[in-house]
């Protein structure tokens, strides 16, 4: 056999082999590893199944003709898991007929190598389903960053919108994050940022407005009508946004009181959402949370399921401490405890309420070299420093009390 080179930076990946003959996975495992692999090895399907639950690996050599559970029930099984059906499979075996080779596609693999083989047609095989692998999920990091960006760029316009429409929105997320956790829905994510970005559309309402509109008080025709819109304007500005068509459904379907046919995929996101935001209107106007749940359930208007799983939920009154400090010691999370002006009083710079974000401190300290503005600012601090996104809720008024009119 001839000297095997050093191994190549671009050969690194994480292999499992899958086969119950002894000599070919010591074979495979030496080979592999002298080119550079971190391999892992088991003699049954099983095995492999549970280890690569734990600690999945970057590709799957596997065998078919197995004990217990053969290589096509292997890889199906392996597919139906939400954490490794992405994994590629490549299937090894003596059974060359096409109907064999077939149900090893039609099972979930992604190439097959007749047996007996040659190590050069393993390694290169190998080395190409791994290098699409790292381009995928270089592919899937990239779109992840790019919707975490856009989502995160709609959420600091609401912060910096409106105080009340953040505190809201951050109330009704709460209370669809405790509703699918005490269900058990997995992969929750898009009717958490449903829930986030539900009143969205209403920055282009006046703030008073809005808050009358969400307490249910009278409005006027035309107020009504600005209201009702704010579903609509917000669904069609996150169905812009790739992979947030459901959660644009989810916000678009939110006054309805019917769930229409083509929103069906949506159905439960909206069901949940709908549920939260009459929680939170009640409790906003200073109805206590069990008394809530239990004008909710009276109603008659919500699944039962969704309502018990709101048993026991109250939101937890905010811990923080009101401090004066330079606009120089403003950190990002801080809420304004007052409104703040120009140091001669005639300008208003931000109001009370208000998050401070990186963005409106750098504006602050612009203003108060440009102008002059009044110091030291009361603030409010969290006692817990809040994740930034989080910190409106933790730290900005407490449950139940309307935000002053400004």
């Keep these: 056999m001839p000297p095997i080179a050093n191994p190549s930076p671009s050969r690194s990946g994480n292999v499992m082999i899958v086969d119950d003959n002894p000599a070919n996975l010591k074979l495979l495992e030496n080979m592999l590893r002298q080119r550079g692999y971190e391999v892992r090895s088991f003699p049954m399907g099983r095995l492999a199944l549970s280890a690569a639950e ?51 596609f039609q099972s979930g693999g992604v190439d097959y190598i007749s047996k007996p083989f040659q190590f050069e047609e393993v390694e290169a095989r190998v080395e190409t389903h791994l290098k699409l692998r790292r381009a995928q999920q270089a592919e899937h990091d990239l779109l992840e960053r790019t919707l975490n960006g856009a989502v995160g760029t709609l959420w600091e316009l609401v912060q910096l919108t409106s105080p009340a429409l953040a505190l809201r929105s ?56 600005m209201f009702r819109v704010h579903p609509e304007r917000a669904a069609r500005l996150l169905s812009k946004i790739p992979r947030l068509e459901v959660v644009a459904e989810i916000v678009r379907g939110q006054l ?45 208007r919500f699944d039962r399921s969704i309502l018990d799983a709101l048993e026991g ?14 606009i120089r010691d403003l950190r990002a999370g801080m809420v304004l405890e007052a409104n703040v002006s120009s140091k001669d009083g005639t300008i208003l710079i931000l109001k009370m309420g208000m998050i401070l ?21 009361a603030v409010r601090i969290p006692s817990v420093a809040p994740v930034y996104s989080d910190a409106f809720h933790n730290g900005a008024s407490r449950p139940g009390q309307r935000t002053p009119s400004k």
């Design 54 to 104: 734990q600690e999945p690996p970057d590709l799957i050599l596997l065998d078919i003709n197995m004990p217990e559970m053969n290589g096509y029930e292997v890889c199906e099984q392996l597919k139906s898991g939400s954490n490794v059906s992405d994994i590629p499979v490549i299937f090894l075996s003596a059974l060359n007929a096409v109907e064999d080779k077939t149900r090893g």
């Design 170 to 225: 951050a109330a009704i997320r709460d209370i669809v994050l405790w509703i699918t956790k005490r269900m058990g829905v997995k992969d929750a994510w898009q009717y958490e940022l449903a829930a986030r970005l539900c009143l969205m559309g209403c920055i282009a309402l006046p703030e008073e407005v809005f808050e009358r509109a969400y307490c249910g008080e009278q409005l006027s025709p035309g107020e009504e009508e």
């Design 256 to 300: 309805r009181s019917k769930t229409q046919p083509h929103v069906l995929e949506s159905q439960k996101g909206i069901a949940f959402l709908q549920v939260a935001m009459d929680f939170d209107r009640r409790f906003y106007k200073g109805v206590g949370a069990s008394s809530v749940l239990a004008q909710l359930k009276l109603s008659g």
């Design 313 to 326: 939920y109250s939101p937890a009154a905010p811990v923080y401490e009101v401090r004066r400090l330079l």
């Design 357 to 377: 974000t990186e963005t409106w401190i750098e504006r602050l300290k612009n203003f108060a070299i440009a102008q002059g503005a009044q110091e030291p600012l």
